[in-house]
């Protein structure tokens, strides 16, 4: 031990061989390393991080940058599509509503009853009543005035109808075609703003990989994932909302012939009343 031997010398003018020829640590390495010296790692300028002039820090806040800018064009391609599909939800309920509606009342106009009978009926549920049946009342209401005028003329009867028929059957097709126009938008636009946000987001990637002089994979990936996943939010938005316009137009067509060809319906009916009279 150290001890003893520090005991031993102590008496001794000689010191041990094995401590005058002790090796130094160089004598134990290889051959090759002798002499080497070994070199330390980078150092970090605190001061530099710290006013964000280190590359560490520029390569991060250029990470954090590309997520903000694609993760914003994902979220502007968000809102027309969750915007788009409850428009198609609503739209769709609506339509249903609508179509079983005028199916019950145009049985009931079928059924014999008479015309004075459904519009005192229509005058009771004019909340809750569906457009075929507001067209009716709309033509009788004028109807009934022009006879407390004591008008007899059957043209001027029939005219007076068919007009306030037609302006609430305007009104009408306005509530059945509302949101059409902002689907046709969101089916045309949304892709080009998908598009727009995977150019975006991959113009970064690059600067991403300008500032990191790196082009590993893990370097870009982020950057161009978000950028894809605003496209495919887009296409998520313009693909159903292009689908559900074309049908809504469809249905809404359909829903414009039908209305006016009940309009025609009660003119006749009308006709064969004053008809009747006479």
């Not at 940058?65 to 739209?91: E, L």
């Not at 005028?149 to 037609?166: P, S, V």
């Not at 887009?234 to 006016?260: H, V």
Request: charged share 20%; glycine share 6%.
């Amino acid at each position: 031990s150290s001890a003893s031997i520090a005991r031993s010398c102590a008496g001794s003018d000689v010191l041990p061989q094995s401590l005058v020829e002790a090796p130094r640590p160089n004598d134990t390495l290889p051959q090759s390393l002798r002499g080497h010296t070994p070199q330390r790692g980078p150092s970090i300028d605190v001061h530099n991080c710290a006013t964000r002039t280190c590359p560490t820090m520029r390569v991060c806040d250029a990470n954090a940058s590309c997520r903000r800018n694609a993760g914003g064009w994902a979220t502007a391609t968000t809102w027309p599509c969750a915007a788009s599909w409850a428009a198609i939800f609503r739209k769709l309920f609506a339509l249903k509503r609508v179509k079983a509606l005028n199916e019950t009342f145009e049985r009931e106009f079928w059924s014999g009853t008479s015309l004075n009978d459904l519009y005192a009926s229509a005058a009771q549920n004019a909340k809750t009543a569906g457009p075929m049946e507001r067209i009716f009342a709309s033509g009788m209401r004028e109807y009934q005035k022009l006879r407390e005028r004591h008008i007899q003329d059957t043209g001027t009867l029939l005219d007076g109808a068919r007009r306030a028929m037609r302006a609430s059957y305007q009104r009408e097709l306005d509530v059945v075609e509302s949101n059409l126009s902002f689907l046709a938008s969101v089916g045309s636009v949304s892709p080009y703003v998908g598009l727009f946000g995977t150019v975006w987001g991959i113009m970064h990637a690059f600067q991403n990989i300008a500032i990191q002089k790196n082009t590993n994979l893990a370097v870009v990936a982020p950057s161009i994932a978000e950028a894809l996943f605003a496209t495919a939010i887009g296409l998520m938005a313009a693909i159903p909302a292009y689908i559900a316009y074309n049908k809504f137009a469809t249905d809404a067509a359909k829903f414009s012939a039908r209305l006016e060809g009940f309009a025609d319906d009660l003119v006749t009916a009308i006709q064969r009343r004053l008809a009747e009279r006479t």
